[in-house]
């Protein structure tokens, strides 16, 4: 059987994805790129905001439209929190809770009758990262978050903290880097609380899997920056740890962070960020919402200021909406639409700004890149290719079209 896979939203949602793809594969099925050739069709949806879930009910439209003959399954927070609706979209043919995704390919197989094993199962199958496009993989190691921050939805969507044992993840990155995988990024609705249910931590996880794999490149999905320790900080000095991590900051004000119910206030996560830039190359980027409830023009500015301050390398930026069933939704004193904007638009500058000061900054080094297998044509013949450096940052390099670097990594200088 031909199968689609589909996501909208977070890492963990890839990796998740990646996970269904190599079970799908095991029982001897094939994941296909083309959704007019599949036979099933699996959503992982989101609904992060409101126009998240809005895109999950058109996706799911989408795809039945394109191909109504294929089964369809959808999965993820939209359908968690909007099971009823999400039932009652034209071509769902099953809904599968966030707490049930462990047993997503088995029921999808079993109760949309696709459970006779397919004549191809004895054979090798295709590697799905690979049939997918891709050159590193997401390895999902805990799901759910212990905290409640005001505006987020996700933790209702999620549910409790659950955490892989070390000896799984480290088993299925020994297994991934067998397939040909060079770089893995860790993912988790709440990363660093990972081993809070199995008396573990983020730590010892990541000790473990440089001590009991070679992959050779190791990156870590969002982190709270409350729960760093000492400890943490000394694992970058093993060089297959990448010098990036991506904290969310969600404002430069203590008060704003306060109604958000955040636990890291400014000054702590000052000095954070004046210890991570000790590791040479150091990228560090973030999230901000802009427009909370009851954000006041002081409160803007001391957050603006704050933020510049920082120096990020990149910041994902985010215009408050209101989310049903969060507690920032009951808030009063809303932010103008109007407002929003200009604040918005007035982050993406310094955003800008930002990057390219970081981007300039490493000018002159000399790094390693993970190269991917994007490939663009040039005028004189040959192509330009696209990976990362250990920081994150994108960089581009010419070669022949003859030549292929992808899933290489090669050192390369960076220029202007």
């Not at 594969?25 to 599949?38: E, K, N, P």
């Not at 999620?158 to 297994?175: A, K, M, Q, Y």
């Amino acid at each position: 059987m031909q199968i689609h896979l589909k996501t909208l939203g977070c890492r963990l949602n890839e990796a998740e994805l990646e996970t269904w793809a190599q079970a799908f594969q095991a029982q001897g099925h094939s994941i296909t790129r083309d959704i007019l050739t599949a036979q099933l069709v699996v959503i992982n949806s989101c609904a992060v905001t409101q126009d998240a879930a809005r895109k999950s009910r058109q996706l799911i439209r989408r795809i039945h439209r394109e191909n109504p003959h294929a089964k369809l399954v959808v999965s993820g927070c939209y359908a968690t929190l909007n099971t009823d609706e999400a039932q009652s979209l034209l071509g769902v043919d099953l809904v599968v809770s966030n707490k049930d995704k462990e047993n997503l390919v088995e029921k999808a197989l079993s109760e949309l009758n696709f459970d006779t094993m397919p004549a191809m199962a004895t054979e090798p199958a295709e590697i799905a990262l690979f049939t997918r496009g891709r050159q590193r993989a997401f390895v999902k190691v805990q799901d759910g978050c212990r905290y409640r921050c005001t505006f987020c939805i996700v933790t209702v969507a999620r549910g409790e903290e659950t955490s892989r044992s070390i000896f799984d993840v480290v088993s299925e990155i020994n297994t991934l880097h067998a397939q040909g995988i060079n770089e893995v990024i860790l993912t988790g609705v709440h990363l660093g609380g990972y081993g809070s249910d199995n008396n573990e931590n983020i730590v010892s996880l990541i000790q473990a899997i440089l001590t009991q794999t070679q992959i050779p490149r190791l990156r870590l999905g969002s982190l709270e920056p409350w729960e760093l320790n000492d400890e943490f900080f000394e694992l970058f000095t093993n060089s297959r740890l990448m010098p990036h991590l991506h904290l969310p900051l969600q404002s430069g004000s203590d008060s704003v962070l306060k109604r958000m119910a955040r636990r890291c206030k400014t000054d702590e996560y000052a000095q954070m960020l004046k210890r991570l830039r000790q590791i040479p190359n150091f990228n560090i980027t973030t999230d901000i919402i802009v427009g909370f409830p009851n954000e006041t023009n002081e409160e803007w500015q001391e957050s603006f200021e704050f933020i510049k301050q920082c120096g990020f390398g990149h910041i994902h930026i985010f215009t408050y909406s209101p989310r049903e069933g969060t507690k920032a939704a009951t808030l009063p004193n809303p932010v103008s639409h109007e407002i929003k904007k200009q604040r918005s638009e007035q982050l993406h500058r310094l955003a800008e700004e930002m990057k390219q000061m970081f981007y300039q900054q490493n000018i002159g080094q000399t790094l390693d890149v993970l190269w991917e297998g994007q490939r663009e044509e040039l005028e004189n013949g040959n192509v330009k290719i696209f990976g990362y450096t250990p920081n994150y940052l994108r960089v581009a390099r010419e070669i022949n079209k003859n030549e292929s670097l992808e899933n290489h990594i090669t050192t390369f200088q960076l220029n202007d």
